[in-house]
Structure formats: C-alpha cells, structure tokens
C-alpha cells in the first residue's frame, strides 16, 4: 500500500463517508416506510365511492369496494369484495362477487352511509325522516338535508346521555350496590324484616325512581 493511501486510511475520511451513507440509506428506508404506511393507510380515513352493480342474473349489489383478488383454481378470473354493511338486515358486512357475473356498474349519487353507534354502517337511500310518526322529509335530497340539520342536536343529545350514564347513573348504581350488600349483611346475621331493613328498601326504591 502506496503512503497516500496510508495517510488516507489513517485519516478516517473513508469511514467518515460510510458513517453518512449508512445515515442517508437509513433515512430513505424509515422516508419509504412512511410513505408505505401513509399509501397504505390514509385511504381508511377517506370515503370510497359506493359502486351499485347488477350482476347476469339482475341482482343488484350496492356497497363499498375494499379488495379485489385472484378466483382459486379458476386461472384468469378475479373476484371483488365489497362492503356492504346492513349487518342488521343481510347478517354480515362484505360479500365477495365473481367479476364474470358483473353486468354493469353505477355510482348512484342518491346512495348514503351513515356511521352508526350499533351494528356499523348503513348503506341505502334516503326515503323519507319521521319524527315522533310524523314525516318531516321525503326524497333523498331533502331527507339528506333535513339529517344534515339534525346532526349537531343529535351528537349533543348522545353526549349529554354518555355523560348522565358515567355520572348520575353510575353514582346511583354505586349507592344501589351499596344498599344491596347491606341488606345481604342483614340477611346473614338473621334480620329479614324491621324498620332497619325497611329503611333500607325505602333508600333503595327512592335510588330507582331517580
């Protein structure tokens, strides 16, 4: 080895360059991975399209497309899963269709989905919103409008009820619970009747009003 190249070693400059390459190489991987996490995941935060399709049979199928994959054993043909949520009314949320029974696709403009507080989202269209029996809105525009409207009251209505049932209710619940175990203490040490047990079924029955 010639003595420049000695002294170049010697220096630490070659080391120096390879510290920052690594630096550089890991900074693109944890950029892509980034990248992958946000291409990958940011599209469950954003609304897909409702897709309406009639199948050769005349069947129609409304809901969310969410996968597409390759048919086993059948080379060359692919299937679609679509979000169809409903669980109330079809029992599960997706159903998988052959893409060779698909007649057509639409992507009606009348179509909602609505965020549920049980049995997940609902897709359908608008019909008409009653209140109390009474209709107040009829047709998918004016019925989308009037839940539009709504919506603010409706929120503020759940969180008032959230709060009453962690606060007042919960606070009952406790005091219930307390009176019940002293009524099981009675109980135990042979007093099922007197004004203590009375009193005690007083506070309880007052608790259950409340």
Do not use: C
């Not at 009829?138 to 603010?152: D, F, H, I, Q, W």
């Not at 007042?168 to 009675?186: C, D, P, Y």
């Not at 135990?188 to 047990?197: D, Y």
């Amino acid at each position: 080895m010639s003595r420049g190249a000695r002294q170049f070693w010697r220096s630490g400059e070659p080391f120096i360059w390879l510290t920052g390459g690594a630096l550089a190489f890991a900074l693109v991987l944890v950029l892509g991975l980034l990248g992958l996490i946000a291409a990958n995941g940011l599209g469950f935060f954003w609304p897909a399209d409702v897709v309406r399709l009639t199948l050769t049979d005349g069947t129609k199928v409304t809901g969310v497309r969410v996968e597409r994959e390759a048919i086993p054993d059948r080379p060359g043909q692919h299937r679609v899963k679509l979000k169809v949520a409903n669980r109330d009314l079809y029992g599960a949320d997706f159903r998988w269709v052959d893409e060779a029974a698909i007649a057509g696709r639409e992507y009606p403009r009348d179509v909602v989905v609505i965020e549920r507080t049980e049995w997940g989202l609902l897709i359908g269209t608008i019909k008409e919103v009653r209140e109390a029996g009474r209709v107040v809105a009829v047709g998918s525009g004016p019925g989308l409008a009037e839940v539009k409207r709504r919506l603010p009251d409706a929120a503020r209505a759940r969180r008032e009820i959230k709060s009453i049932e962690k606060g007042a209710v919960g606070a009952i619940n406790h005091a219930q619970e307390k009176i019940r175990l002293r009524l099981r203490s009675l109980a135990l040490a042979g007093t099922s009747s007197g004004p203590a047990v009375e009193a005690l079924q007083g506070e309880m029955a007052a608790l259950q009003s409340r």
